[in-house]
């Protein structure tokens, strides 16, 4: 390595770095989602799965919390440091499938602009593990590529592995390779060897717990979320969306390059076959199935997490490798100079407008419902008032806020969910003398007087109306009810909708 290559290393090693400690920052200041507190109560009790998910993004902040308690920064410490690896692991898959420490360089300063990376690992949820471990998928497929070595499709096993515990999105990685194994004529001979079955094993092997799990309760988390893939009725409005998302979390700049480099890659005078088909395929397959489940149903944009390392990749092809006009020239040039700034001007302005309002003038956006801003405040309202009135136990309709209020109340304090006990099903249960006492609701304006609180509970009684706000802004009423007389069993034991027999007409 040449002393300007070692140099160019090392600077990008110290920018990564700093976008680190700035995402460590952003992680300690801002309040958790409500997801984020609702994945917080999993980790406190480790199982092989979960209604929702695998059980990766447990692991991820049970981890954080053993280092730096259940705080903010506990919860989301282990996901921002995964970037670190992440980062290591996108400069060696582009170092190998395209050569060069410039083009490896910018394909990981490409990725950590982005607002999936910088917002996806400092907000914790399965998107964030799975980005991470579809970066080594990348990576030891390339290894598989440069080496010719049968041993690496066990590290592919073990990345396609980790992916799958994170996200089952995962599944897509296997007819991806399948296709580029297929379309690449030197790479056939794989399919006639061993080690690609031994990698899948090792796949499985590593996915297991999760198989386990769902075997022990009746399929239920494949049921809700394979089942997502069927389509009853088109609704296009859907796809209008999956651009304008992508355009933000990937940044502007990052996805103009991005969009050249795949359009590069489909070009011989930009690398090696065999690269250029690893990146489009791992990239096409997905997109290809988030399409098709746009024609009925909304994608969130972090969804598209496995395909970023693979999109940073592509823009860096176009940046480095790719052959421009000079007016093209021009535009690949100015991109990668901004691109990493832009990234951080942007991640920086969401996290102080999440925090603070500010630059909306203290009015709503979309960041105001799902960030706790002002929960801890009126968490400690709350308590004030189940001491008050002697209540045993908090219930809360929604998983959202049950999770804010275990994250917020008092350690010990007893919260759980009226309905969806799916949801709690790795959780102790509340006991009975907890449950048998008064109760308090935390809920929206008159939230109690919904049917189903009115049959349940003899005596129901309003106590306060309470606002949780950020600034002068109120985000939202919370009304608390005491409950007391319950009448029979206080929580709603229905199976889940993905569970429940078809009615025969």
């Known amino acids: 390595m040449s002393p300007a290559e070692t140099r160019l290393l090392r600077g990008t090693a110290a ?36 209604y929702d998910h695998p059980p990766m993004v447990a692991v991820v902040i049970r981890l954080g919390t053993l280092i730096a308690g259940d705080t903010e920064l506990g919860v989301r410490l282990v996901s921002v440091l995964l970037a670190l690896p992440m980062s290591w692991a996108v400069y060696r898959t582009a170092e190998l499938l395209f050569g060069g420490t410039r083009i490896a360089s910018s394909a990981v300063l490409l990725l950590n602009a982005t607002m999936l990376a910088s917002v996806g690992t400092m907000i914790v949820t399965p998107d964030a593990p799975l980005l991470v471990a579809s970066s080594f ?39 991806a ?11 056939r001979r794989w399919l006639v060897s061993p080690w690609p079955y031994l990698g899948g094993l090792v796949a ?114 176009a940046a480095h490798l790719a052959p421009w006009k ?33 630059l909306s003038g203290y009015r709503r956006d979309a960041t105001v419902r799902s960030i706790g801003v002002g929960f801890r405040e009126l968490a400690g309202e709350i308590e004030s008032a189940r001491a008050r009135t002697g209540a045993t136990c908090v219930l809360a309709p929604d998983y959202g806020t049950v999770g804010w209020l275990a994250f917020y109340l008092p350690k010990g304090t007893c919260v759980t969910q009226q309905g969806q006990r799916i949801r709690w099903i790795n959780l102790p249960e509340p006991s009975l003398a907890q449950l048998g006492g008064k109760l308090l609701l935390v809920g929206e304006e008159n939230a109690a007087q919904q049917p189903e609180w009115q049959a349940r509970f003899g005596r129901i009684e309003k106590i306060a109306t309470l606002t949780r706000k950020r600034g002068p802004l109120v985000i939202e009423d919370v009304e608390l009810n ?18 429940e027999r078809p009615t025969v007409q």
């Open 326 to 358: 000079a007016r093209m020239r021009r535009t690949v040039d100015f991109c990668l100079r901004w691109a990493g700034p832009g990234g951080v001007l942007m991640f920086t302005a969401l996290v102080v407008q999440a925090n603070t309002g500010l």
């Open 177 to 187: 390779i399948l296709i580029w194994l297929i379309a690449v004529p030197k790479l």
């Open 137 to 175: 998928v990348l990576l030891t497929l390339a290894q598989v590529l440069a080496t010719g070595r049968g041993v690496w499709w066990l590290g592919v096993g073990v990345a396609v592995g980790a992916a799958l515990l994170s996200k089952y999105t995962a599944m897509l990685f296997g007819p």
């Open 482 to 499: 005491v409950l007391d007389e319950a009448r029979g069993d206080p929580l709603d034991r229905s199976p889940p909708p993905e569970l």
């Open 204 to 317: 499985l092997a590593v996915f297991s717990p999760v198989i386990w799990w769902n075997a022990e309760h009746q399929w239920v988390s494949f049921i809700k979320q394979l089942g997502r893939a069927r389509i009853d009725s088109l609704n296009p409005a859907f796809i209008a969306e999956l651009i304008p998302t992508q355009i933000a979390f990937a940044t502007p700049l990052v996805f103009l390059l991005g969009a050249m480099g795949l359009y590069a890659l489909m070009r011989r005078d930009s690398g090696a076959w065999p690269s250029r088909l690893l990146i489009s395929v791992t990239f096409w397959t997905i997109v290809v199935y988030f399409i098709w489940h746009s024609l009925h149903a909304r994608v969130e944009a972090n969804w598209f997490a496995p395909v970023y390392p693979a999109f940073a990749i592509a823009a860096a092809v």
């Open 15 to 50: 920018v990564v770095a700093g976008l680190v400690l700035l995402r460590l920052i952003a992680a300690a200041w801002t309040p958790l989602t409500f997801d984020e507190a609702y994945y917080w109560t999993w980790s406190k009790h480790l199982a092989g799965g979960y």
